[in-house]
């Protein structure tokens, strides 16, 4: 179960962005709970005590509300309380001089051991000299592949993708999962939305006239499809760009590296590529989770070390 690498990620003090992200949290939970009111209380709940077949309908309907807006709402908050991959102290990359068969989680394993954390320290010297080895001025520390510094959080953030308003933190390695979650669920909850809305929303001016409707039930069902109608649209379009991206192994701060590549180095096919962000474990694959197994297997997911294709150049 998700038992490894738990960290909790309380909101950023470090930025003004943190008023505007608070901001956009009620935002999100005063949108649930519009939809919320709107599909079930004035829309499908009544209909659940009309004559058959509409009670079918009704409750299918509020069903596949109730399990959406679970599993969205639980993806939400893993996004925004899983640290997203800090650099351990003292980071060194995987040197020459260490034997070739020790895997990423036993150097993991080596960065939090306080005994390795001496020689780790004098060894920094040594990684600032190395002219291909990244190293990051502002969090004085080694930077591991992929790693970039965010300048909201104010530190290197291990596989970062982009910084998130909408779930105030960073999305990276140890969330970005998560966060494909939640814009799925989302999209998907949004859709359904729309379509169960519609009906409503085309007596909304017959109603209106016939004040058939209380004008709060009305204001709410209109305000409720136009924003569901808006949302779905848009998350549309970010559910097609992080497939593409997740089965091409990028995250969007890469794409302009990417273009520039003639081949990809990460890219290792789809399914190997697929792996690396949702775990092997076809169980966890829609669930905000990772198994233990695949946290300790998959390398990818511990943000540190990530395969390359044997024929790019590194
Ligand atoms: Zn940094
Ligand atoms: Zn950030």
């Keep these: 179960m998700d038992c490894a690498c738990v960290v909790i990620n309380p909101f950023r003090l470090c930025s003004a962005l943190r008023v505007l992200g608070s901001f ?8 649930v709970a519009l939809s919320y009111y709107a599909v079930v209380v004035v829309a499908w709940g009544p209909r659940l005590f009309h004559s058959f077949p509409l009670p079918l309908l009704a409750s299918s309907i509020i069903v596949i ?3 959406l807006l679970a599993l969205l709402i639980w993806s939400y908050f893993m996004v925004v309380f899983r640290d997203p991959g800090a650099v351990p102290a003292n980071w060194r990359p995987f ?13 993991l394993a080596d ?20 002219p291909n080895i990244n190293y990051c001025a502002r969090c004085q520390n080694g930077k591991p592949p992929r790693c970039h510094h965010c300048s909201v959080c104010q530190r290197c953030v291990l596989k970062m993708d982009h910084h998130c308003v909408w779930v105030v933190n960073c999305v990276g390695a140890h969330n ?19 379509f169960v ?19 709060g039930n009305l204001a709410v069902t209109f305000l409720a499809f136009v924003l569901n109608l808006a949302f779905a649209l848009s998350l549309l379009c970010f559910v097609v760009m992080h497939t593409s991206l997740v089965l091409s192994n990028t995250t969007t ?22 792996e690396q962000v949702f775990g092997a474990k076809k169980l966890f694959w829609f669930l905000p989770l990772f198994s233990a197994e695949d946290l300790e297997k998959i390398p990818a997911l511990q943000g ?6 044997s024929d790019v150049e590194p």
């Design 176 to 194: 970005y999962k998560f966060f494909l979650l939640f814009l799925l669920y989302t999209f998907l909850e949004t859709v359904l939305d729309t």
């Design 253 to 274: 701060i890469e794409v302009y590296e990417k273009k520039k590549a003639v081949a990809w180095k990460y890219d290792i096919g789809k399914r190997k590529n697929f």
């Design 95 to 107: 040197l020459d001089e260490e034997s070739p068969e020790r895997t990423a989680s036993a150097m």
């Design 304 to 309: 540190l070390d990530f395969p390359t294709r």
């Design 197 to 215: 809305l519609l009906p409503s929303f085309i007596n909304f001016f017959g109603d209106a006239r016939r004040h058939s409707s209380s004008p």
């Design 111 to 130: 960065f939090v051991a306080p005994e390795t954390r001496a020689s780790a320290s004098s060894s920094l010297e040594g990684l600032e000299r190395r």
């Design 24 to 31: 956009m949290v009620l935002l999100f939970l005063a949108i």
């Design 65 to 67: 509300f109730h399990l």
